[in-house]
Nanobody, 124 residues
Framework: QVQLVESGGGLVQAGGSLRLSCAAS????????MGWFRQAPGKEHEFVAA????????YYADAVKGRFTISRDNAKNTVYLQMNSLKPEDTAVYYC?????????????????WGQGTQVTVSS
């Protein structure tokens, strides 16, 4: 069992930055692929970024590539999402998710555990 708790969301002006954190409990964090997803009102879950178990490999949605950076600290059981140059269309609830597997997925279904989400609002 893995419990995930996101933090760091808030209200920011366009062009600003936020850093999201996701703290995980349980022994399986370092053996889990971690992902960030977001959901805007009336829309489906959207893949944002994912990181391999070791942290060596990272993957991004085209919409955030070059602006967002995913990283992890396995010693602290925490995954991060640094978001720069934020745009109003980045407004959404952001969720972190854990997949106790080896393959990095860009879809939500394979992920086993989910956090409660943190709201990010970007004003224009």
């Amino acid at each position: 069992q893995v419990q995930l708790v996101e933090s760091g969301g808030g209200l920011v002006q366009a062009g600003g930055s936020l850093r999201l954190s996701c703290a995980a409990s349980g022994r399986t964090f370092s053996s889990s692929v971690m992902g960030w997803f977001r959901q805007a009102p009336g829309k489906e879950h959207e893949f944002v970024a994912a990181i391999s178990r070791s942290g060596v490999s990272t993957y991004y949605a085209d919409a955030v590539k070059g602006r967002f950076t995913i990283s992890r600290d396995n010693a602290k059981n925490t995954v991060y999402l640094q978001m720069n140059s934020l745009k109003p269309e980045d407004t959404a609830v952001y969720y972190c998710a854990a997949d106790v597997g080896t393959v990095v997925h860009r879809t939500a279904e394979p992920y086993d555990y989910w956090g409660q989400g943190t709201q990010v609002t970007v004003s224009s």
